[in-house]
């Protein structure tokens, strides 16, 4: 995948975004990160302060047991949302031409849900692969070879 000079890469997954700008060229990119974010998301056990419950209907015989909250996913959820706010945020403000977003399949679905038509217009391309643990090096040779 071509990274054209200056374009903005977003290296994303539920609790973590790196903001890159590209101060090399289409050929040899050189990823400089511009602000990185990430925030605290325990497991789910640790979340929750109790377990499922159950509803006894006053109409009818039966139990009725309540799904399990998974407070993790809820909370990458809200996580790709703010992001996808921010990039909106910054698309308005036109502080970038060209957007390449790089994020978990689950990630970018999310991420895909808030986009603005401004983000949109803007988007390069999408790479569904988790490479928020990489190197910027492995991440710029990643891209290339996309």
């Known amino acids: 995948m071509q990274v054209p000079h200056n374009s903005f890469v977003m290296v994303a997954d539920g609790k973590k975004m790196l903001f ?7 050929e040899f ?8 974010v990430e ?18 209907p006053s109409s ?23 992001t996808a706010e921010m990039l909106k945020r910054r ?9 390449i977003v790089v ?3 689950r990630t970018l679905g999310e991420l895909r849900k808030h986009y603005h038509k401004e983000v ?13 643990g990489h190197p910027v090096a492995e991440i710029e040779k990643i891209l290339l070879a996309e």
């Open 60 to 82: 009818g015989p039966g139990h009725h047991a309540y799904s399990e909250t998974d407070f993790h996913q809820l909370e990458e959820d809200r996580f790709a949302a703010e």
């Open 20 to 26: 890159f700008r590209n101060e090399g060229d289409s």
């Open 120 to 132: 949109e217009k803007r988007l390069a391309g999408e790479i569904a692969k988790d490479l928020t």
């Open 29 to 36: 990119p050189k990823l400089e990160v511009e602000r990185k």
């Open 91 to 99: 698309a308005l403000r036109n502080e970038y031409d060209q957007l």
């Open 39 to 56: 925030q605290e998301n325990p497991a789910t056990r640790d979340q929750k302060t109790d377990e499922a419950g159950r509803a006894f």
């Open 103 to 105: 994020a978990p399949p």
